[in-house]
């Protein structure tokens, strides 16, 4: 049963690591059981409570950390706010990217010109944020040129590497709202996405996965790798 709900990647006493699917959200819904990540750990833990320390957008896969005890959710809490632990993304976008590794430093804010509440974008008022990346693949398709990505956000703003890479000039394949027409977000939320939206956008899901998640907690080094799901793989051609 845990298989069709998520992919463990390490448990013990105080930790529970999984590699969340693809449209999935992180948080509770009106939904069934079944409907949210943090509802289906319930039922493996056997409705026991459990703290989320990182939390993932609906359609990015990857690496989602939880907390058994209370004493290491607070623990784990202050680790994240100190900004040392390291998160390492795998990102497919549109075009050929160069150089080789780059970082973006640009602030984020809302998105006060979109019809969509969340979406944010880069603004000189906003707050600072980077994103640095490394260019793993470069390949092609019949719709065009597209890059793999390894990205390192310094920061963790909502939609960071969605925004940047879109700033870049490269959005993440897939991605309904930071992509090519924002329209599709809408179109998703109102359930009237048409089949020639969906051929836009080439994948079920934006390609963005988080692939590690390293620390050092309790006098130890951590470190937790996922792989991403067969939809990702298969468009690189791996």
């Given at each position: 049963?845990t298989?069709?709900?998520?992919?463990?990647?390490?448990?013990d006493?105080?930790?529970?690591?999984?590699?969340?699917?693809a449209?999935?959200?992180?948080?509770?819904?009106?939904?069934d059981?079944?409907?949210?990540?943090?509802?289906?750990?319930?039922?493996?833990?056997?409705?026991?409570?459990a703290?989320?320390?990182?939390?993932?957008?609906?359609?990015?896969?990857?690496?989602?950390?939880?907390?058994?005890?209370?004493?290491a959710?607070?623990?784990?809490?202050?680790l994240?706010?100190?900004?040392?632990?390291?998160?390492?993304?795998?990102?497919?976008?549109h075009?050929h990217?160069?150089?080789?590794?780059?970082?973006?430093?640009?602030?984020?804010?809302?998105?006060?010109?979109?019809p969509?509440?969340?979406?944010d974008?880069?603004?000189?008022?906003?707050?600072?944020?980077?994103t640095?990346?490394?260019?793993?693949?470069?390949f092609?398709?019949?719709?065009?040129?597209?890059?793999?990505?390894r990205?390192?956000p310094?920061?963790?703003?909502k939609?960071?590497?969605?925004?940047?890479?879109?700033?870049?000039?490269?959005?993440?394949?897939?991605?309904?709202?930071?992509?090519?027409?924002?329209?599709?977000?809408?179109?998703?939320?109102e359930?009237?996405?048409?089949d020639?939206?969906r051929?836009?956008?080439?994948?079920?899901?934006?390609?963005?996965?988080a692939?590690?998640?390293?620390?050092?907690?309790?006098?130890?080094?951590?470190l937790?790798?996922?792989?991403p799901?067969s939809?990702?793989?298969?468009?690189i051609?791996?």
């Amino acid at each position: 049963m845990t298989e069709s709900m998520f992919g463990i990647v390490h448990e013990d006493d105080e930790l529970l690591v999984v590699n969340k699917p693809a449209d999935l959200v992180c948080h509770p819904t009106k939904g069934d059981e079944y409907s949210s990540l943090i509802s289906r750990v319930r039922l493996h833990l056997g409705q026991a409570a459990a703290h989320m320390i990182n939390r993932l957008d609906r359609e990015t896969t990857g690496i989602v950390l939880l907390a058994k005890r209370d004493e290491a959710a607070k623990e784990l809490r202050k680790l994240w706010e100190s900004g040392t632990v390291q998160k390492s993304y795998e990102a497919i976008v549109h075009g050929h990217v160069e150089p080789d590794a780059g970082s973006i430093n640009e602030p984020l804010g809302p998105d006060d010109a979109s019809p969509v509440a969340i979406k944010d974008c880069v603004c000189a008022d906003g707050r600072v944020a980077q994103t640095d990346f490394t260019v793993a693949k470069r390949f092609e398709h019949a719709e065009g040129d597209f890059s793999l990505l390894r990205v390192r956000p310094q920061t963790g703003r909502k939609h960071q590497i969605r925004i940047h890479l879109g700033h870049l000039g490269h959005p993440i394949v897939g991605d309904k709202l930071y992509g090519h027409d924002e329209d599709c977000y809408l179109a998703l939320v109102e359930q009237r996405l048409t089949d020639e939206q969906r051929r836009a956008l080439l994948l079920p899901c934006h390609a963005l996965h988080a692939g590690e998640l390293a620390f050092e907690w309790r006098g130890r080094e951590w470190l937790f790798e996922a792989k991403p799901e067969s939809w990702f793989t298969e468009f690189i051609g791996d």
